[in-house]
Nanobody, 125 residues
Framework: QVQLVESGGGLVQAGGSLRLSCAAS????????MGWFRQAPGKEREFVAA????????TYADSVKGRFTISRDNAKNTVYLQMNNLKPEDTALYFC??????????????????WGQGTQVTVSS
């Protein structure tokens, strides 16, 4: 089992940047592939980005490709989401998720076993 805590959300103007962090408990962080998802009020939860256990493979939703970057530091038990050129449509509650995986990335929310509480990102126009 792993516990996840997101941080770094806030209010920014369109075109601005934020870096989200997801801190994981335990000593086996490197056993888990990680992902970021987001959910806006009245909308379905959607995939944002994912990263493999080693950090060598990443996957992005088309809506954020070229603007967001997912990374991880296994020594710090932390995964990051660097968000640049933010748009009002990026406004959502952002969740960090973890799944034990041998290799590769996972893009379906149903493949993830552990979730953080979320951090709010609000982008004003």
């Amino acid at each position: 089992q792993v516990q996840l805590v997101e941080s770094g959300g806030g209010l920014v103007q369109a075109g601005g940047s934020l870096r989200l962090s997801c801190a994981a408990s335990g000593r086996t962080f490197s056993n888990y592939a990680m992902g970021w998802f987001r959910q806006a009020p009245g909308k379905e939860r959607e995939f944002v980005a994912a990263i493999s256990r080693s950090g060598l493979s990443t996957t992005y939703a088309d809506s954020v490709k070229g603007r967001f970057t997912i990374s991880r530091d296994n020594a710090k038990n932390t995964v990051y989401l660097q968000m640049n050129n933010l748009k009002p449509e990026d406004t959502a509650l952002y969740f960090c998720a973890a799944v034990e995986a041998a290799w590769g990335t996972r893009i379906s929310q149903y493949e993830y076993d552990y979730w953080g509480q979320g951090t709010q990102v609000t982008v004003s126009s």
